[in-house]
């Protein structure tokens, strides 16, 4: 993990990682015992539009968070390692590799942030920040598990018209953001707010405007 010849831009981001707080990032944090630890990989690269994040969408197919925009990532598998230790970065890596083909090796590792508790899954989930220092082909590998693979500028992330409360069928809220003709609420959402804000990248939107999600979500 190195924050060496990142670009400026990325500054806040690196500051954020080193100072936020659990608490600060989601009132959903890990139990002292169990839960399945995971890894996700959020994936920054330089793309036309300035600086943009990796997304994936599940299949429609799925049982679970079926057409649901996601982080590449997944479990820890024993050959990741010590989940106190590296094994969320290997995890990461290797789950993107899988799920969308890039190669890990021109991915720069620079931060991890605190773990945070998916409840309805029962996932303990390690955010790891990268940057896409040599981007790669990318495409979802296997058409039963990824609808799609794409990038979305930061520009799109911060655009208030692009930002919208999801609420619940059981009356939960959250963030969410409309781009790329995908709706990106849940935990995804939830770290991207919060990355956006520590980072200072935020601009005052309108939460009052909500999203209705249906009662598969």
Known sequence: MSTEGLP???????????????HQLSRFLPPENGGRQ??????????????E???MERAGTLRSH???????????????GDPEGSGPVRA????????????????????VLPRLYIPVSGFVVTPVLGWWREPSPV?????????????????????????????HPLGHTGPAFLVESALVWGFTAGVIDRLLHFAGWEIPWDRTKQVP?????
């Open 8 to 22: 400026e831009w990325l500054d806040p981001v690196v500051r954020a990682a080193e100072t936020v707080e659990p």
């Open 38 to 51: 995971s890894a996700v990989l959020v994936l920054f690269g330089q793309g036309a539009r300035g600086p």
């Open 53 to 55: 994040l990796l997304l």
């Open 66 to 80: 079926a057409g649901q925009p996601s982080f590449p990532g997944g479990a820890l598998d024993p050959e990741d």
């Open 92 to 111: 990461a890596l290797r789950e993107a590799q899988e799920e969308t083909g890039l190669d890990p090796a021109g991915v720069q590792v620079f931060g």
């Open 139 to 167: 495409g979802a590998v296997d058409e039963a598990e990824t609808a799609r693979v794409f990038t979305v500028p930061v520009a799109d992330l911060t655009d208030p018209a692009h930002r919208v409360t999801a609420r």
């Open 213 to 217: 999600l249906d009662r598969s979500a």
